[in-house]
């Protein structure tokens, strides 16, 4: 593997800096290195295995103590984990990139698109035909904490309707609750929102608020069971930004869908809620399905009935995912710290509604690693794999400043955007949906990230945010083993 034979290279000059002096370049050598392996560490219980195997298998070695600054490579769950004062920019590696939460947070994911919707309305003048809009893909969504945003809740609000109250900073759907009568929530919160200086905590702080968004009533049902698809965006650096997506799977609640039970395993398909239900153990393999099993089921069970064309999975809603998820990373772009060595793998998740009309749920930092169904045994392990060779291999690159693309690691993902793709665009438009029925797309087998000749979706290099944003031409067709 190259980076273990690498040297490792600071800055080239030497001497005293801020009081302190610099290690030379032989002593830096050994500080990440243990007879002459590269030091890693892995913190945490979310899939500790999937991480380790592939690093020890190159020979790496694991270190044990939380509080060393010696590792290469550092993979942990969350951003406490980390010291980043102490980390080194092109000589270390670690998974989370400060900014993040502001995708990664259910109030930060929300706020970040409305600031850049509103960002784009105002350079443009107000022409915002192009380009995609909030509603087009999130439901419609209120920051319960922040007084404007709640009083505009209060006053959208219809008897009849459901809602879905989200704390900001947890996931496996803790926390979360549905929102049926308003008079008990109007209540919560006119007492809080009464102190001023209550309420400016609360939003200062961020972690203690609370999203609540239209819940979405009538979901598309894969044998009568509610489901939602978790896929994945990888940006692996920051300097320059290289962001890809990789394929997923679809969650699948253990009982038949009821919008009316106050059962929150009949809601929320994550794993962590559906292990609540009695019948779990039994039937656990049913609750995750693999993308190609979804394609099959569309394409015998629901494809006919609403004109759809064949592989619509693999087709119109890989493609409008990958949109989504690209408009996302322009969107929180510049918030995001951008030294070299950092990276990050995010969980994105989707759900497509009656009427075939997909929207994205949220974003979450840490996505669940646990291999306890035969899908994600299947799944996980080569992705992380591949999350780690391809990370690598472009923090060598970008710190010995080669040439970025094509990157050789890449097996099953795809390339979103490249900083250093040249401002090119893909053929496919990012425009909004004119109307709910999908529109036939064509498919195709090459994947930009292997290709010298293609190239991902980057907006011109200027200031002003760019009008349309596009997935990559390729779909993750190869094999479909994603």
Same mark, same amino acid.
């Given at each position: 593997?190259?980076?273990?034979?690498?040297?490792?290279?600071?800055?080239?000059?030497?001497?005293?800096?801020?009081?302190?002096?610099?290690?030379?370049?032989?002593?830096?050598?050994?500080?990440?290195?243990?007879?002459?392996?590269?030091?890693?560490?892995?913190?945490?219980?979310?899939?500790?295995?999937?991480?380790?195997?592939?690093?020890?298998?190159?020979?790496?070695?694991?270190?044990?103590?939380?509080?060393?600054?010696?590792?290469?490579?550092?993979?942990?769950?969350?951003?406490?984990?980390?010291?980043?004062?102490?980390?080194?920019?092109?000589?270390?590696?670690?998974?989370?990139?400060?900014?993040?939460?502001?995708?990664?947070?259910?109030?930060?994911?929300?706020?970040?698109?409305?600031?850049?919707?509103?960002?784009?309305?105002?350079?443009?003048?107000?022409?915002?035909?192009?380009?995609?809009?909030?509603?087009?893909?999130?439901?419609?969504?209120?920051?319960?904490?922040?007084?404007?945003?709640?009083?505009?809740?209060?006053?959208?609000?219809?008897?009849?309707?459901?809602?879905?109250?989200?704390?900001?900073?947890?996931?496996?759907?803790?926390?979360?609750?549905?929102?049926?009568?308003?008079?008990?929530?109007?209540?919560?919160?006119?007492?809080?929102?009464?102190?001023?200086?209550?309420?400016?905590?609360?939003?200062?702080?961020?972690?203690?608020?609370?999203?609540?968004?239209?819940?979405?009533?009538?979901?598309?049902?894969?044998?009568?069971?509610?489901?939602?698809?978790?896929?994945?965006?990888?940006?692996?650096?920051?300097?320059?930004?290289?962001?890809?997506?990789?394929?997923?799977?679809?969650?699948?609640?253990?009982?038949?869908?009821?919008?009316?039970?106050?059962?929150?395993?009949?809601?929320?398909?994550?794993?962590?809620?559906?292990?609540?239900?009695?019948?779990?153990? +039994?039937?656990?393999? =049913?609750?995750?399905?693999? /993308?190609?099993?979804?394609?099959?089921? #569309?394409?015998? *069970? &629901?494809? %006919?009935?609403?004109?759809?064309?064949?592989?619509?999975?693999?087709?119109?809603?890989?493609?409008?995912?990958?949109?989504?998820?690209?408009?996302?990373?322009?969107?929180?772009?510049?918030?995001?710290?951008?030294?070299?060595?950092?990276?990050?793998?995010?969980?994105?998740?989707?759900?497509?509604?009656?009427?075939?009309?997909?929207?994205?749920?949220?974003?979450?930092?840490?996505?669940?690693?646990?291999?306890?169904? +035969?899908?994600?045994? =299947?799944?996980?392990?080569? /992705?992380?794999?591949?999350?780690?060779? #391809?990370?690598? *291999? &472009?923090? %060598?690159?970008?710190?010995?400043?080669?040439?970025?693309?094509?990157?050789?690691?890449?097996?099953?993902?795809?390339?979103?955007?490249?900083?250093?793709?040249?401002?090119?665009?893909?053929?496919?438009?990012?425009?909004?949906?004119?109307?709910?029925?999908?529109?036939?797309?064509?498919?195709?087998?090459?994947?930009?990230?292997?290709?010298?000749?293609?190239?991902?979706?980057?907006?011109?290099?200027?200031?002003?945010?760019?009008?349309?944003?596009?997935?990559?031409?390729?779909?993750?067709?190869?094999?479909?083993?994603?």
């Amino acid at each position: 593997m190259e980076i273990m034979k690498s040297n490792m290279k600071g800055n080239d000059d030497s001497g005293e800096q801020n009081g302190r002096k610099k290690p030379n370049t032989d002593e830096r050598k050994s500080v990440f290195k243990v007879d002459n392996a590269p030091l890693f560490y892995v913190g945490g219980r979310n899939g500790v295995s999937l991480v380790e195997e592939p690093l020890l298998a190159k020979g790496w070695q694991r270190i044990q103590d939380p509080k060393s600054d010696r590792y290469k490579f550092r993979w942990v769950e969350i951003k406490s984990q980390i010291n980043y004062l102490s980390f080194r920019p092109g000589e270390q590696l670690i998974n989370r990139i400060p900014g993040s939460g502001m995708l990664a947070t259910k109030t930060g994911l929300f706020n970040t698109l409305r600031d850049y919707e509103r960002l784009n309305d105002r350079l443009q003048k107000g022409n915002s035909g192009k380009g995609l809009r909030i509603l087009d893909f999130f439901p419609e969504s209120y920051v319960l904490d922040m007084k404007a945003d709640r009083e505009a809740f209060f006053q959208t609000f219809k008897e009849g309707e459901i809602w879905i109250c989200k704390p900001n900073n947890m996931n496996q759907g803790k926390g979360i609750y549905l929102v049926r009568d308003l008079v008990e929530l109007k209540q919560k919160y006119r007492d809080e929102g009464s102190s001023g200086a209550l309420q400016r905590s609360r939003v200062k702080r961020g972690t203690n608020q609370r999203l609540i968004q239209r819940y979405l009533p009538k979901p598309l049902l894969l044998n009568g069971k509610k489901f939602d698809v978790r896929t994945y965006m990888l940006i692996a650096c920051t300097s320059p930004f290289v962001v890809l997506y990789h394929s997923g799977y679809c969650r699948l609640s253990c009982e038949d869908y009821d919008p009316e039970s106050k059962d929150l395993a009949r809601h929320l398909t994550n794993q962590y809620q559906q292990k609540k239900v009695p019948q779990y153990k +039994d039937m656990k393999d =049913e609750t995750v399905w693999s /993308m190609e099993r979804f394609n099959d089921y #569309i394409n015998t *069970e &629901i494809a %006919e009935q609403h004109g759809l064309p064949d592989d619509w999975v693999f087709g119109h809603f890989t493609k409008r995912m990958q949109q989504v998820m690209t408009h996302c990373f322009h969107a929180v772009k510049t918030k995001l710290d951008n030294r070299l060595g950092l990276f990050d793998l995010l969980g994105f998740d989707f759900i497509i509604d009656a009427d075939m009309k997909i929207w994205l749920l949220e974003v979450n930092v840490n996505p669940a690693l646990h291999t306890n169904c +035969d899908v994600l045994r =299947e799944k996980l392990p080569p /992705m992380i794999a591949e999350t780690i060779d #391809i990370t690598l *291999e &472009i923090f %060598e690159k970008s710190r010995k400043r080669e040439k970025i693309l094509p990157i050789r690691s890449v097996k099953s993902f795809n390339l979103l955007y490249s900083a250093t793709s040249g401002g090119r665009r893909s053929k496919v438009t990012g425009q909004r949906s004119k109307s709910i029925s999908p529109v036939r797309t064509a498919r195709t087998s090459t994947n930009p990230v292997r290709s010298k000749a293609a190239k991902s979706t980057v907006p011109p290099k200027s200031s002003v945010p760019p009008k349309s944003f596009s997935p990559p031409t390729s779909l993750l067709l190869r094999g479909r083993d994603g």
